[in-house]
């Protein structure tokens, strides 16, 4: 049976990529909660389409999905396409769709570090732009983006993706300079870790996070990642561990820094 929403918002709809699991998921949730209509983007199919199905049937909206690969050349291409062929103009876009792997780089790593590359900056780039411009248009819209804490943080074994969320970060916010006067808001999020399938952590170093609260839970993020973006901040960086991690890697030796990983990317390959 769906719920009921007194804050319906029927005419409305949200775009959301990487909503099959994790924190796309409960952007979606959320979304559908609050009434938006949903258009969600993932490349697991069966997972894509089960999360579409129980969130028409818990909240009533409508939901639309396309399966796809955002790392893939002309993705966003293919999305604006699909969406004008749906009839779907989306109010909010949230670029979620993100990836992770913990490696030295190297040839073997090339493809994954070209994927990460293309999937966290040339299609979220590409997707703010295509819908930006509507959005300008119609004199509205919110856009928000995921970041990351590591974007304050470069550390052996995430060089591609720390540098990543950190383009995302300058991006956004000179985005939200252009943006604001046309009425659309660009609202960019730094988290810290969350507990996601996105990171290979054992049962127990997961619980052990979680414990301490390195580790957040994507409904605790979610919550506030949209009351942020509702209000049109520019960035948000939530948690505590936001204000201690950052200046703590920032003072640690550089040499140590090196065996700190040397030692890690180690002990993950046994």
Not at 23 to 28: D, I, P, Q, Y
Request: charged residues 20%; glycine residues 8%; positive net charge.
């Amino acid at each position: 049976m769906a719920t009921s929403n007194i804050n319906h918002k029927s005419n409305q709809t949200a775009l959301i990529t990487g909503a099959s699991s994790g924190m796309g998921l409960e952007f979606a949730r959320q979304l559908a909660g609050k009434g938006y209509a949903l258009a969600l983007l993932g490349n697991r199919r069966d997972e894509l389409s089960s999360a579409a199905e129980q969130i028409s049937l818990d909240f009533g909206v409508q939901v639309a999905q396309l399966c796809i690969d955002l790392s893939l050349h002309g993705a966003a291409e293919t999305v604006l396409h699909w969406c004008d062929e749906k009839g779907i103009q989306p109010d909010i876009l949230i670029n979620n769709a993100g990836m992770f792997f913990m490696e030295y780089l190297s040839v073997a790593t090339l493809d994954k570090a070209r994927a990460m590359m293309s999937l966290h900056m040339n299609v979220v780039t590409e997707l703010c732009i295509m819908f930006g411009d509507r959005m300008k248009e119609r004199g509205s819209g919110r856009i928000l983006n995921m970041s990351s804490m590591t974007a304050e943080t470069p550390a052996p074994g995430i060089a591609i993706y720390s540098a990543s969320k950190a383009y995302l970060k300058s991006f956004g916010k000179g985005l939200s300079y252009e943006m604001r006067p046309f009425g659309v808001s660009v609202t960019t999020v730094c988290p810290a870790a969350v507990d996601t399938g996105l990171y290979p952590l054992g049962d127990r170093l997961r619980t052990l996070l979680r414990r301490i609260g390195v580790l957040r839970t994507p409904q605790w993020l979610v919550r506030r990642a949209l009351r942020a973006m509702f209000r049109g901040r520019r960035t948000m960086s939530p948690g505590l561990m936001n204000l201690i991690l950052p200046p703590l890697v920032a003072i640690l030796p550089a040499r140590l820094k090196d065996r700190l990983g040397l030692r890690w990317i180690y002990r993950q390959g046994r």
